[in-house]
């Protein structure tokens, strides 16, 4: 399957250079020129990462972000920047982005914080669908009234509910 990333950026130049960097390294590559186009690509389809500008005509990328934060929580945005401040970049994490990387970016830089997002989304997509498959089984109850029983339950309830490991008795039975 192939990775999709959506460049939001109003400059057509760097668009093309972060498509042509993104290519080289297999990506799938689409393109939004503020932050409306961006929320309307997003209605077409999903997308594994989001590369966006904050200063941008119509609907800056701070605003947008917020507006990811409702319509695609899960997607990791990187926001990127050539006229922002350390105070901008810890807003901009603060308001849900996974990083911060200024322009003109480091190639290096710019492909491992993808690799990073992609990454965490993942893991998040994956905790997601094993807690749901969790949840959806029934919890079975252990049967009997001997001491071996008894001793099992008595076992379960202590670790679950964080009891000591070192230092506890061992009983025999039988």
């Known amino acids: 399957m192939t990775t999709q990333i959506l460049i939001v950026d109003d400059e057509a130049s760097i668009r093309r250079a972060l498509r042509e960097i993104l290519e080289f390294e297999k990506f799938k590559v689409s393109e939004a020129v503020d932050g409306l186009d961006c929320l309307a690509k997003l209605k077409e389809q999903t997308f594994d990462a989001i590369l966006m500008d904050i200063k941008m005509p119509n609907l800056d990328g701070m605003d947008t972000l917020e507006r990811l934060q409702e319509v695609a929580p899960d997607t990791p945005v990187i926001m990127i920047s050539g006229h ?88 025999r039975y039988g």
């Open 84 to 171: 922002a401040t350390i105070d901008t970049a810890v807003e901009a994490v603060k308001r849900g982005a996974f990083d911060f990387i200024s322009k003109p970016p480091d190639l290096n830089r710019l492909l491992i914080t993808l690799r990073n997002a992609l990454d965490k989304s993942s893991l998040v997509t994956e905790t997601k669908t094993l807690r749901r498959k969790v949840a959806g089984r029934q919890v079975q109850e252990i049967i009997g009234s001997s001491a071996r029983i008894q001793f099992i339950k008595d076992t379960i309830e202590r670790v679950a509910h964080g009891g000591p490991r070192t230092g506890h008795r061992t009983q």
